[in-house]
């Protein structure tokens, strides 16, 4: 019996390595083969470490950050090879999305202020791979509103690919404690303090509100408004970590990295290290964890309450863990679950999984819950869009048209889309012509041959703006109290710009930054 034990350990042993090995290979095969590393994946700028961080304030850390954007200007930009001097390249000066020739570098942290004495302050979160750009939109609002605005560009972004290469999760969450501070000191002792948080800005958001509860040091959230939050993501997030081990050995540098694309978007990368997606495991993991241990506790009623905006498909976080790994868990706190469901009369509806249709029935669970919970949705045979809400502790839900119109050509919203109107420059469907970004990536209607173009087409045809958004902002402007934006159909290519596109914005200069 003993010996049969071992013979069956040793084949699980042997079919373990066995297993490794193919992997490893199999992720050697595919990083060489794949396009080369150029200098903005190999060139680190250098940021701010935890403890500076820690003990820096806003204009160290805007300081710091002017250091890290010369870096690139010395050693990316005017090193750039001949060959990468073209139009669609974000690193090349002469190019359409070179970031500091568009009307605003959005990849810059920023502030706003706004008319008169702020009656509270709002630290915006942006998310993985992206930039401040993402919550413009939003900040404009909060504005408005009579917020004080701080909106950090977070270590290894806004730069080069490859600084997200070395940085952690706790790197982000230092300089959100430094962007609250900031928030803190432009609200005084008595201003409303909210954060928030798109995506992995998200996870960052919720955990800083979690810390503050134990930490008298740090200042405790007042409301969070969280889009797209990633409070979990798909599990093989989890084994990032693995994926790059050849990447240990020079030859195989190439095996850091998911992905290695063209850089054209002005203010989001295209190449995705494997660092980023261990480091989102690793924040959601510690995330899930301090949410569990608080809700043991007793103590997640001490969290200031959420607004959480979600599409019901989503392929890059979990829609699930935002409803079992949070909502589920909270008490009746005045928290509320926006829901984007799926277009249920979209002409491609034939082509849809059986799964898609009721994913939104897997997703939430009956009626009661502890929180409040909106569907924004529709029904066959109609594109008129509806609100039903389900206040917190009932099991009957109530309907109010909207007045809008899931386009017939969209099926679902997706990750990327929520927090970007149609009419965004960069990323709307029906882009405002004064809000020029360069490309206009979310207007191409893309037909043509495969292998023509630089970049694969589901990079394209991803939804990247939201149709709802003015519903979006109308309940952030109403949480916020700020005059509600005016509702206007999305313009027509060419036509008249919306109201709801951002004007020009007063952002604080960078101070002066120290010869690097």
Do not use: C
């Not at 954007?69 to 010395?74: L, M």
């Not at 994913?359 to 009956?366: C, F, G, K, S, V």
């Amino acid at each position: 019996m003993l010996r049969k034990l071992r013979t069956i350990l040793r084949l699980l042993v042997v079919a373990v390595v066995l297993v490794f090995v193919t992997f490893i290979g199999t992720r050697i095969y595919y990083a060489q083969s794949g396009a080369p590393l150029e200098p903005w994946h190999t060139f680190i700028p250098h940021e701010l470490s935890i403890a500076e961080l820690d003990g820096a304030d806003w204009a160290a850390y805007l300081a710091a950050e002017e250091r890290a954007f010369t870096e690139v200007q010395r050693e990316v930009v005017q090193k750039l090879p001949e060959d990468e001097r073209i139009p669609s390249n974000r690193y090349f000066e002469g190019s359409v999305v070179y970031p500091p020739h568009l009307p605003r570098d959005w990849n810059r942290s920023y502030t706003l202020e706004p008319e008169g004495a702020p009656k509270g302050a709002v630290v915006l979160l942006h998310g993985l791979t992206d930039s401040p750009y993402s919550l413009r939109h939003v900040g404009q609002l909060y504005a408005a509103a009579g917020y004080a605005v701080v909106a950090p560009r977070l270590p290894g972004h806004g730069t080069v690919p490859a600084g997200l290469t070395e940085v952690t999760w706790e790197d982000w969450l230092a300089a959100t404690r430094l962007a609250v501070r900031e928030a803190r000191r432009r609200a005084g002792d008595t201003g409303q303090l909210h954060i928030v948080g798109f995506s992995n800005g998200g996870a960052l958001a919720l955990k800083y509100a979690l810390d503050a509860l134990d930490d008298a040091q740090q200042p405790r959230v007042d409301r969070l408004i969280l889009i797209s939050p990633m409070i979990g993501i798909t599990s093989f997030a989890r084994f990032a970590g693995l994926a790059g081990l050849p990447a240990l050995l020079p030859a195989f540098a190439k095996a850091a990295w998911l992905g290695v694309i063209p850089e054209f978007n002005p203010f989001k990368y295209n190449s995705f290290p494997v660092n980023g997606a261990r480091q989102s495991h690793r924040l959601t993991a510690a995330l899930q964890d301090s949410i569990a241990r608080r809700a043991r506790a007793g103590g997640l009623g001490d969290l200031p309450p959420a607004l959480t905006f979600q599409s019901v498909m989503d392929f890059t976080v979990s829609t699930r863990a935002i409803v079992n790994a949070f909502y589920g868990l909270l008490p009746d706190n005045g928290s509320e679950l926006v829901l984007f469901d799926i277009n249920r009369d979209t002409k491609l509806g034939p082509l849809l999984r059986a799964t898609t249709y009721d994913a939104l029935t897997r997703t939430l669970p009956a009626a009661p819950r502890s929180f409040e919970s909106t569907i924004i949705t529709n029904v066959a045979g109609n594109d008129a869009v509806v609100e039903r809400t389900t206040p917190a502790g009932a099991t009957s839900e109530s309907e109010r048209p909207l007045g809008l119109t899931y386009p017939g050509d969209v099926y679902s919203l997706s990750h990327v889309a929520l927090p970007f109107p149609p009419s965004d420059g960069l990323y709307g469907s029906n882009p405002d012509p004064a809000d020029n970004q360069g490309l206009e990536l979310g207007a191409m209607a893309v037909r043509g041959e495969r292998g023509a173009l630089i970049v694969n087409l589901d990079a394209l045809v991803r939804m990247s703006s939201n149709p709802f958004y003015a519903y979006m902002a109308e309940r952030i402007a109403a949480d916020i109290g700020a005059p509600l934006p005016t509702r206007t159909a999305a313009p027509p290519a060419g036509g008249a710009p919306s109201p709801l596109v951002d004007e020009a914005l007063p952002v604080e200069p960078p101070p002066p930054s120290p010869a690097p």
